[in-house]
């Protein structure tokens, strides 16, 4: 029943900030460990960052740790991915993924098992 959409993406020039929104509908996030992947062109995918359910815990990849930060707003029902310092390496279709049996640091190792995903937003750089 969950349904994820991603919205916030777009094109930004190096240095730029960017909000990424992960809604959910169907269902309350809440319960859901939730990450963000992207992939661009040529590039596998690479998990970017996630949250435990509960909002406990949180995962970063080192090539975002200290410019991006992830939070639910319950309010709203999202989990958002704060973008700061873009660098065009950050390119890519940005996906949200949700599941309730996984932790944030083990979202990565498996993504193909992850139970739900949207559809993904692109984000640009430009140099």
């Known amino acids: 029943q969950l349904r994820l959409e991603e919205a916030g993406g777009g094109a930004v020039q190096t240095g730029g900030s960017l909000r990424l929104s992960c809604a959910a509908s169907g269902d309350t996030i809440n319960p859901y460990t939730v990450g963000w992947f992207r992939q661009a062109p040529g590039k596998e995918r690479e998990y970017v960052a996630g949250?435990?359910?509960?909002?406990?815990?949180?995962y970063y990849a080192d090539s975002v740790k200290g410019r991006s930060t992830i939070s639910r707003d319950n309010l709203k029902n999202t989990v958002d991915l704060q973008m700061n310092n873009l660098k065009p390496e950050d390119a890519g279709v940005y996906r949200c993924?949700?599941?309730?049996?996984?932790?944030?640091?083990?979202?990565?190792?498996?993504?193909?098992?992850?139970?739900?995903w949207g559809r993904g937003t692109p984000v640009t750089v430009s140099s």
């Open positions: 993924a949700a599941d309730k049996h996984v932790s944030a640091r083990a979202m990565g190792a498996a993504p193909s098992l992850l139970e739900h």
């Open positions: 949250t435990n359910w509960g909002g406990s815990g949180t």
